[in-house]
């Protein structure tokens, strides 16, 4: 039953997201922008976000990296990055790949042009001081974040995986970060699953204990993408070019120089402790990988997870929302994941 409602909340979310016609909420009207500079410089217009996992791209405007491209970086707010693209609002937008997958088959006008810079699960479950075991979970409140989405899928795997099952558990949506964060440290649910810097921190100031880390239940679960509408896809590609270039050099450059980009990264993050900081990037740096190409197995692997969890009905051709043509063949490597968790 909770596995239809889920779905149901998220359909019902998404519908609302394609439906929208006009502004979402953006900071600055992008209505009638040609993409282009007063100076003819190109626009690549992303997502406002300080979340910490975003940051590398600010750092990479700030070492000029984009300026190499002839692009000029705005950051603009939107309620929803599938509506953005699909409307013009942003040049690019990251985020999950199955929901993404579902939003292109449901007929939003959009595709996947490239991984992110890390695509495999970057979750890890928490709980609150007490827990010492899967088994204590029984019968507690996890959050999941939001309902259908793949941080709900790792949380189910997870405690499948170590003989909890999820029908024994309360599962309830209590958002992401800072939220998330809030819901376990004022007892609002006895574990949850999150991001980084979240999990260190707890660590840090004794306010939770890690259980689990997504990426070594579900190792070939494709979780993070680049989407871009098909009107730039059509009418821009070298911008989409030169844009993946910028972007893979960023996190490139911040992975290979922790010297220079933690500190930087710890002043961004002010209010983190900053030991935080600097266990989050140690905990997550093995999938930290930076190579842009989307593999094939990993995205049917993903269905067939989505389809088993009953949050997608049946396969579909992932492969016609799917458009690599864009991405800088410098950064591409081999596909490696993680031994999986036995």
């Given at each position: ?9 998220f ?22 922008d040609?993409?282009s ?48 693209v699909?409307t013009?609002e ?39 001081p ?6 204590d ?15 709900e899928?790792?949380?189910?795997k ?6 909890v ?10 958002g ?9 440290t ?48 059509d ?6 070019r ?20 933690l500190p ?23 999938i ?31 492969g ?23």
């Open positions: 039953m909770f596995k239809k409602r889920s779905l149901a909340v359909a019902g979310a998404l519908a609302l997201a394609l439906a929208a016609t006009g502004c979402s909420g953006t900071v600055e009207s992008l209505a009638g040609s993409g500079s007063s100076d003819g410089r190109s626009v690549l217009t992303l997502q406002d976000s300080t979340s910490y996992t975003q940051l590398p791209i600010r750092f990479g405007v700030e070492k000029g990296f984009f300026d190499e491209e002839d692009l000029d970086v705005k950051f603009t707010q939107v309620q929803d990055a599938v509506t953005g699909a013009g942003l040049t690019l937008a990251f985020g999950p790949t199955s929901n993404y997958l579902r939003g292109a088959e449901k007929g939003a006008p959009i595709k996947i042009v490239s991984s992110a810079f890390r695509s495999k699960g970057p979750f890890f479950l928490i709980a609150r007490g827990i010492k075991s899967f088994a979970l029984r019968g507690k409140t996890i959050g999941i974040a939001t309902a259908g989405s793949s941080m899928t790792y949380t189910r997870i405690l499948s995986a170590n003989g099952d999820p029908d024994d558990v309360s599962f309830i949506a209590n992401v970060n800072e939220q998330a964060y809030g819901t376990l004022s007892g609002q649910v006895d574990a949850t699953i999150i991001h980084q810097p979240f999990p260190a921190l707890g660590e840090l100031q004794g306010k939770s204990v890690t259980l689990a880390r997504g990426w070594d239940y579900l190792p070939t679960y494709h979780t993070g993408v680049l989407i871009a509408g098909n009107n730039v896809i009418n821009d590609p070298d911008l989409l030169r844009s993946l270039r910028a972007y893979f050099k960023a996190y490139t450059y911040a992975k290979e120089h922790y010297d220079e980009y930087w990264l710890k002043s961004k993050l002010g209010t983190i402790d900053p030991k935080a900081v600097e266990l989050a990037l140690r905990q997550e740096d093995d930290w990988d930076n190579n842009p190409a989307v593999d094939p197995v990993a995205i049917r692997d993903t269905q067939d997870i989505e389809i088993e969890m009953g949050l997608q009905d049946g396969p579909y051709d992932a016609k929302y799917i458009d690599t043509q864009f991405i800088p063949q410098e950064y591409v490597k081999d596909f490696t994941y993680p031994r999986p968790a036995r």
